[in-house]
């Protein structure tokens, strides 16, 4: 049984950061494209940022370029998003999810497994 569990989320000032983590269990973790969505209130889900199995490929949503860096650490079965320089705008909740087929960049936003979820909530 697949299981993701983030945890880091919170309320933090304007310009401010945050580390949001999400530990895996139940995958060969080491073969599968990480990514990390959000999703604000009365809006719909949005791609974050992904990372490829070693770590060497990285994508990110336009609006988090330069502020946010995905990482992780095969060894703890672990990815992170580092937030920095926060913005009202980012307040959602964070989701990570791993991608439905193991080795594959091309479809890295094609997604079969998601956690339940950390709120950020980003004050003015």
């Known amino acids: 049984q697949v299981q993701l569990v983030e945890s880091g989320g919170g309320l933090v000032q304007a310009g401010g950061s945050l580390r949001l983590s999400c530990a895996a269990s139940g995958l060969t973790f080491s073969t599968y494209v990480m990514d990390w969505f959000r999703q604000a209130p009365g809006k719909e889900r949005e791609f974050v940022a992904a990372?490829?199995?070693?770590?060497?490929?990285?994508d990110y949503a336009d609006s988090v370029k330069g502020r946010f860096t995905i990482s992780r650490d095969n060894g703890k079965l672990t990815v992170y998003l580092q937030m920095n320089s926060l913005k009202p705008e980012d307040t959602a909740v964070y989701y990570c999810a791993a991608a439905s087929k193991p080795l594959s960049w091309a479809t890295r936003r094609e997604l079969e497994y998601w956690g339940q979820g950390t709120q950020v909530t980003v004050s003015s």
């Open positions: 990372i490829s199995w070693t770590g060497s490929r990285l």
